[in-house]
Nanobody, 117 residues
């Protein structure tokens, strides 16, 4: 089992920045990648960014490339999502996930990000 605890959401004006954190605990040795999805009201869940735990390879949704950066601190078992130049369309609940090759993905509880225009 893996437990994920998110923090860092909130309300920010357009053009501002926020940093989300996701701390993993439990059977973390099984995790091969972590990342973030988001879901806005009335929309499907969207993959935002991922990072592998071993090589640190990253992937981003086209909508956030150049504005968001995902990083990891393996010593703290924590993944960060630095979000800059935020837009109102970034408003959503952001969910951290951890992927393993042997089980379904684990999910955080979600954190609200609201960007005002």
């Amino acid at each position: 089992q893996v437990q994920l605890v998110e923090s860092g959401g909130g309300l920010v004006q357009a053009g501002g920045s926020l940093r989300l954190s996701c701390a993993a605990s439990g059977s973390i040795f099984s995790i091969d990648a972590m990342g973030w999805y988001r879901q806005a009201p009335g929309k499907q869940r969207e993959l935002v960014a991922t990072i592998t735990t071993s090589g640190g390879n990253t992937n981003y949704a086209d909508s956030v490339k150049g504005r968001f950066t995902i990083t990891r601190d393996n010593a703290k078992n924590t993944v960060y999502l630095q979000m800059n130049s935020l837009k109102p369309e970034d408003t959503a609940v952001y969910y951290c996930f951890a992927r393993t090759p042997v089980s379904p993905a684990y999910w955080g509880q979600g954190t609200q990000v609201t960007v005002s225009s």
